[in-house]
């Protein structure tokens, strides 16, 4: 694709990254056959290749419109497009450059840039989220029914073993999941434990960055990031083998920190070696499958076996590209994966997807939920937290973490053997 850049973004890093990206575009539209908004409007504009129209005729100096706004915010940003385009487009860098200088010449109606600022602040804050949600768990019956269907019962978190081992990996206590499911990471770490691994958090960590990035509030994102870093290497400085993230969510961001810090001297090469020690659990636990995978089948002996269906987070699938590491772990330990219709596309979380695009992602809910129970498990297994509350919403069948399926297959066994 030719590009000629207006001057107000051609010699910027952001600009000769978009000039690169848009280059490498070779108007194919392969990846309007797998994107999901694509197939729910049936709009080229809301599909990847018109939005990357639209991001090159901004960048070349014509004025962006509500439009243009509009068709950009019904992006999932779930870079299913990534995964099909033989160009290798890096369309996720690329919509989160439009976005900015979209938003940054036309703004946002008052209520709208509040609505943002709150989610950006509230969701990322898990001091200020913990309490919200109970709060909100209290008012329940005043919510709009749609919302209210999003707060999942209270749970309650089980032991973390103590740091016993030689070999210790860090974890991303995260901001919203230890109030929503509070055992994904008691379970991880749990399950780590059996196999010679001790898990242990970083006191100073906080959110990934990755919500207020998205929003377009990308220099506090990036603060967020910054805040990681320190807290993380002198970790890796004492050893500890690697970053375990459990929210697939926060790995694909977490795995960008080297690019997305590139521009800041003091953090670039710190940025990009806490990149490189990431993990996401995945894959984490299949490296250890010589030990593990003898543990569960053992586990799983003489249990009844149960159906599982398994959701990629598109974040796990497309941004990291990882699959079936998860689910050679729930075979092994003793569940019949049911097969998932459509499996590439987004449920419809999407970070902030399902609050500010509620009529798109109850549409996107609603054929996932659809796909998932065609085969009637008797539960469903994810790996990022926003895909198993959303999920959660919309289907009685119980959504988990699949690392919490695992560990209770571990746990029985145990107990069954004290």
Known sequence: MQTNLADFIKD???????DRILRSCVHCGFCTATCPTYQLLGDELDGPRGRIYLIKQVLEGTPATRSTQTHLDRCLTCRSCETTCPSGV???RLVDIGRKVVDDQVGRAPV???KRRALATGLSNGALFGPALGVGRLAAGLLPSALAKKLPPKRSAGAWPAARHARRMVVLDGCVQPSLAPDINPAAARVLDRIGISLVKAPQAGCCGAVKFHLNYQD???DAMRRNVDAWIPLLDAGAEAIVMTASGCGATVREYGHLLEQDAAFAARAQRVADATRDLTEIVEAEAERIVPMLEAAAQGRARRALA????????HGQQIRGKAERMLTAAGFDLVPVADGHLCCGSAGTYSLLQPELSR??????VAALTAGAPTGIATANIGCLTHLQSGTATPVRHWIEWLDDVLAGAARAAA
Request: aromatic share 6%; with cysteine; glycine share 10%.
């Open 90 to 92: 890096q369309y996720g």
């Open 220 to 222: 506090d994102g990036r």
């Open 112 to 114: 709208e840039s509040l």
């Open 310 to 317: 398994f959701h990629s987070p598109c974040t796990l699938q």
């Open 363 to 368: 549409q996107l809910l609603a054929n996932k």
């Open 12 to 18: 910027t890093p952001e600009g000769r990254e978009a």
